[in-house]
């Protein structure tokens, strides 16, 4: 069962464009976090989000944690090929030591 | 910075065969993970130690077993190495809750003919 699903899937966009990857659930989790993974690295953590309603900024990333504390979402603005890679959104129960990953969206910005 | 590395990049076995990956974390960590990595399937948890030789298994652990005996070190074993257990396999550890930010390896892709 995945409890956190990602959309889209793939995202294939051209520089200056905005997007929004969103991260779903079912599941209440305590905080969300996000990460980047570039080909043939592990994935690296851009931002952990904790109070629902919660708005995070990186640059000219934005993240938001639901107000229910089920969804997130990540808002790139003005996209650049550096920003191509795999983002992954990752829950944290409130239990337990592990994190519920979602499959992740690949994103590919051209110049 | 933390830094998790992992023995290898790659990796070419054959069936059969007991195949060790190790893991090592400069961090003084309690927990570390073992994940694989599939196109479509994302990242599946096989199993996570939260302390020296303590281990839980995660969603995927058939096939597979750990063995953490020091601190900074955790090891995956194939026991007899399958074809669809050709994958990525990435480590990663992190502080002891379970909010806390995972620090991955670059990762190690296993190839089993």
Same mark, same amino acid.
């Given at each position: 069962t ?6 889209? &899937?793939f995202?294939?966009? &051209? #520089?200056?464009?905005?997007l ?11 905080? *969300?976090?996000?990460? /980047?993974?570039?080909?043939? #690295? ?10 629902g309603g ?5 640059? /000219?990333?934005?993240? &938001?944690?639901?107000?229910? /504390? ?7 603005t ?9 983002? *992954?959104?990752?829950?944290? /129960? ?18 | +910075?933390?830094k ?17 990956l190790?893991?090592?974390? +400069?961090? +003084?960590?309690?927990?570390? =993970? ?11 948890l096989?199993y ?26 955790f ?5 007899s ?15 002891r809750?379970?909010?806390q930010?995972?620090? =991955?390896?670059?990762?190690?892709r296993?190839?089993?003919?």
């Amino acid at each position: 069962t995945q409890l956190l699903e990602q959309s889209p &899937q793939f995202l294939s966009i &051209q #520089e200056g464009e905005n997007l929004t990857v969103y991260c779903n659930s079912s599941s209440v989790f305590s905080s *969300l976090q996000w990460y /980047r993974q570039e080909p043939g #690295e592990g994935p690296v953590l851009l931002v952990t989000v904790v109070t629902g309603g919660e708005v995070k900024k990186l640059k /000219r990333l934005t993240f &938001q944690f639901g107000d229910a /504390r089920k969804d997130s979402s990540l808002h790139i603005t003005a996209a650049q090929p550096g920003d191509t890679g795999l983002y *992954l959104c990752a829950g944290a /129960r409130n239990s337990g030591y592990a994190l519920n990953f979602g499959k992740g969206t690949s994103l590919l910005v051209t110049p | +910075d933390v830094k998790v590395t992992q023995s290898s990049r790659y990796l070419v076995k054959r069936t059969g065969e007991k195949v060790f990956l190790e893991c090592v974390q +400069d961090m +003084d960590h309690e927990n570390m =993970f073992w994940y694989r990595q599939d196109p479509g399937l994302g990242l599946r948890l096989i199993y996570f130690s939260y302390d020296v030789k303590m281990k839980e298994k995660g969603d995927i652990p058939e096939g597979y077993s750990v063995s953490r005996e020091k601190k900074e070190r955790f090891s995956l074993i194939l026991e007899s190495a399958s074809t669809n257990q050709t994958s990525m396999y990435l480590c990663a550890s992190a502080r002891r809750f379970s909010n806390q930010p995972q620090h =991955f390896g670059d990762g190690t892709r296993l190839s089993i003919l």
